[in-house]
């Protein structure tokens, strides 16, 4: 495995130096990295929904959508961000390995951590990391954030939590949701401290080498920065309009259903919510786009696919009622 430790903490150029890395590294690899006062989008997600846009820009926070699915996160010089790049042997065993050696680490340094449902690191009750996924034909990108010292008042005021949400995990806010993990350590240090012992573990756990960014690939991220993650476009753009739209949130996250609807045919399909799943739901929304409105042609279009790959873990008439 190699590592990479990104010095800057541009959240556009970190997320573009991470697409590349997933496009392009053909080895295993693993990116730490930070970003500064700064709101992530997930990819189906309505900005203009997830953020306080008022606050986010009182405190100055950059607005940026990442390429995976899952929930609008806050981030900051308090947070640890790891992206680990590798190949699939068509099971989750290098994912389940890595996630081993993340809470080996914890628990040497006293915190007791658990993985929780699919996307979520706790200690205890309270959240300490969220993760996501996406795989583009044998390459999986697995990430998430590790909250070290994160100011997790500014969190709540910048992030809109949807109500559905908070009741569904029997929780008042996203602050009394999550906690930091500087008040939980054995010995606290800096958050430089904490990520130089987390990369060496790492790296003793693999063997890894520990590398810089090469040259030609430092070019195509600053292509992918100003073609792609810096564009209204990209950040912005991709919330729908639309003429209908019905939400219902279900184990495996809220999913909203968005549909332009011209002479009884679905002209466009958009998917949002903070869903988790392995598959460009892309795909999906284009199998529909076209169909006729109506429930059985759905239904027909629906079940010849496998709706787990795109949105987790949804029924077949679950999905048709929020369609219908």
Known sequence: MKMIRLKGNNPYYNLACEEVLFAREEEDCLLIWQNANSIIIGKH??????????????????IVRR???????????????????????????????????????????????????????????????????????????????????ADLSRMKEVLNGSKEKLESKGIDSIKSRV???????????????????????????????????????????????????????????????CNYTNRKRFDTGEIEVCLNIEKHKIVTCKILGDYIGYKPVELLEQRLEGLIYDKELLRNALKEITISDYLGEVSLEDLITLFI
């Open 67 to 149: 390429i995976t699915g899952g929930g609008t996160v806050y981030h900051d010089l308090g947070n640890i961000n790891f992206s680990y790049i590798y190949s699939s042997d068509g099971t989750e065993r290098k994912k389940d390995e890595f996630l081993i050696h993340l809470l080996d680490f914890l628990s040497i340094h006293g915190v007791k951590a658990a993985v929780s449902g699919k996307n979520d690191i706790v200690a205890g009750t309270r959240k300490i990391s969220g993760c996501a996924q996406l795989q583009r034909g044998e390459r999986v990108l697995f990430h998430g954030t590790l909250l070290y010292a």
């Open 179 to 241: 906690v930091n993990l500087s008040g939980l350590l054995l010995r606290p240090g800096t958050i430089d401290e904490f990520i130089d012992e987390l990369e060496c573990h790492i790296k003793r756990a693999y063997d890894a080498e520990s590398i810089d960014l090469q040259p030609e690939r430092e070019e195509d991220v600053r292509g992918l920065v100003k073609s792609k993650y810096e564009t209204w476009d990209w950040n912005y753009g991709l919330d729908p309009e």
């Open 45 to 62: 997600q309505n900005t203009s929904k997830e953020v306080h846009l008022d606050k986010a820009g009182e405190y100055g926070c950059d």
